[in-house]
């Protein structure tokens, strides 16, 4: 020792750190939903404050976004660029259907597998926040989701030109309820567990076993509507 004398506030004490915080929101988010989970309740797990919280994160519902935000941001690029690659490699012919699913889906099953990432717990959130009636996350998850939507409404609407726009745009809605409840429903997670080692370690396996599903849906002739029906469901045109 020198003799200097250490002021208090050099003293080393655990970070609080951010992600401290959203492991424990993003736990009890999962288990509790929500409505049901107080920013007290997430304060006890993470081990902090009230006022870290609110530094941090400002209010519960921007400590929901930012759950949110911290694993779909890189899931979702990991999906366009995919979708890319696979583009790439197919020209100058268009990318077909299924290979157009497997850069949707590849990354999620991947997701799924990485606790590091979330993994199932994350994706049980996720299936959460889909079901919730609150009208921020429905606004925050379509904002969150929009750009990827819009990537891969484009490459559907090459790989099948003779679906109208807005026909695709339910069938997307489908293949997006799908995924979500084969990688958050209990049920799918228990089917999963129940494939071989060869099939839970590989992506292209577990996508076959949802593909011809979706594809048949993709490709299914455009059903018949009345004339009541085929007005309601036009609505306003889309931009572009």
Known sequence: M????????????PPVTKEKILDAAEAMFMEHGFEATSLRAITAAAGVNLAAVNYHFGSKEELFQAVLTRRLDPMNQERLDLLTRLEREAAPDLLPCDRILSAMFIPALKLARDPERGGKDFLRLLGRAYADPAPFIRKFLAEQYAVMIARFK????????DLPRKELSWRLHFIMGALSYTLAGTDALRLIAELTPAETGNDEMLLNRLAPFLLAGLQ?????????MRVADEGPREAG
Do not use: C, H, M, Q
């Not at 004398?5 to 004490?13: A, H, L, W």
């Not at 484009?154 to 030109?161: G, S």
């Not at 299914?220 to 009541?228: C, N």
């Open 2 to 13: 020198d003799g200097r004398v250490i002021p208090i506030t050099d003293v080393v004490r």
């Open 220 to 228: 299914s002739p455009v059903p018949e509507l009345s004339d009541a």
């Open 154 to 161: 484009a490459a559907f609407a090459r790989a099948l030109p």
